[in-house]
T-cell receptor
């Protein structure tokens, strides 16, 4: 079945450690996005990519990094510079120019040990 | 950046009641989207609106794109327990740019 797969579902980070969240889509979508969700808050955009080998910072990019080496993959690294990484992370993808409806993965919950 | 004010923040209703929620902004949007998120899952699209004044239904759900293009409304009729979740509005200023601005969500609780 076509869709967006995020892994792992749960992730724990130690102090000073970098961790990478995986996002893969087989929908042949052009654009991919990473959002952070905190309790009681909406989705805040971290990074997005409209084309392979290109990406732009969102509203809260500090402490995060991404890559887009393949159309179907958009991994997010939470670096040690992100001092408050505990959150629910959502990946999405869309076809640009067709209403830009974003389809979301099931999310990764990151906690700090 | 742009902000969307979504209200109410939470709702506690009895099964069978109707529900209304809305999003407002000081900025104009060209597209309005409504999503529902179940606990521990990603949001799922409910309704997409592309034209000012547009009224669109999806089963018991009805959404409207405000004439000023600065607001949108979602109504749920005859609520059922599975309507429980967080409802988000999202606005887009430029469909081709690929960015959406999300409201903070309305948490709906339905009592049987």
């Amino acid at each position: 079945d076509g869709g967006i797969t995020q892994s792992p579902k749960y992730l724990f980070r130690k102090e000073g450690q970098n961790v990478t969240l995986s996002c893969e889509q087989n929908l042949n979508h052009d654009a991919m996005y990473w959002y952070r969700q905190d309790p009681g808050q909406g989705l805040r955009l971290i990074y997005y990519s409209q084309i392979v080998n290109d990406f732009q910072k969102g509203d809260i990019a500090e402490g995060y990094s991404v890559s887009r080496e393949k159309k179907e993959s958009f991994p997010l690294t939470v670096t040690s510079a992100q001092k408050n990484p505990t959150a629910f992370y959502l990946c999405a993808s869309s076809i640009l120019g067709q209403g830009n409806i974003q389809y979301f993965g099931a999310g990764t919950r990151l906690s700090v040990l | 950046g742009q902000q969307l004010n979504q209200s109410p923040q939470s709702m506690f209703i009895q099964e069978g009641e109707d529900v209304s929620m809305n999003c407002t902004s000081s900025s104009i949007f060209n597209t309005w989207l409504w999503y529902k998120q179940d606990p521990g899952e990603g949001p799922v699209l409910l309704i997409a609106l592309y034209k000012a004044g547009e009224l669109t239904s999806n089963g018991r759900l009805t959404a409207q794109f405000g004439i000023t293009r600065k607001d949108s409304f979602l109504n749920i009729s005859a609520s059922i327990p599975s309507d429980v979740g967080i409802y988000f509005c999202a606005g887009q200023q430029n469909t081709n740019a690929g960015k959406s601005t999300f409201g903070d969500g309305t948490t709906l609780t339905v009592k049987p």
